[in-house]
Nanobody, 124 residues
Framework: QVQLVESGGGLVQTGGSLRLSCAASGRSISSVVMAWFRQAPGKEREFVATISWRADSTNYADSVKGRFTISKDNAKNTVYLQMSNLKPDDTGDYYC?????????????????WGQGTQVTVSS
């Protein structure tokens, strides 16, 4: 079992930055794939980024490439999502997820553990 708690969301203007954190407990994240997803009002949950268990590989949605960076600190058992040059389309609830596998996936159904989400609002 992995428990995940996100933090760091808030209201920011277009072009601003935020860093989301996801604190894990119950199991070390050093041997699982971690990911961030987001869900805008009235839309389906969508993939944002993943990071491999070794942290030597990352994968991003095209819409966030070059603006978002996923990273993790195994010692703190925490995953981060640094978001820069934010746009109104980035608004939504952001969820951290964990997958007990060595393989990264972009489908929400591939992840067994989820946090409660943190809200990000980007004003124009």
């Amino acid at each position: 079992q992995v428990q995940l708690v996100e933090s760091g969301g808030g209201l920011v203007q277009t072009g601003g930055s935020l860093r989301l954190s996801c604190a894990a407990s119950g199991r070390s994240i050093s041997s699982v794939v971690m990911a961030w997803f987001r869900q805008a009002p009235g839309k389906e949950r969508e993939f944002v980024a993943t990071i491999s268990w070794r942290a030597d590989s990352t994968n991003y949605a095209d819409s966030v490439k070059g603006r978002f960076t996923i990273s993790k600190d195994n010692a703190k058992n925490t995953v981060y999502l640094q978001m820069s040059n934010l746009k109104p389309d980035d608004t939504g609830d952001y969820y951290c997820a964990a997958r007990e596998s060595y393989f990264q996936r972009t489908a929400p159904g591939a992840y067994s553990y989820w946090g409660q989400g943190t809200q990000v609002t980007v004003s124009s």
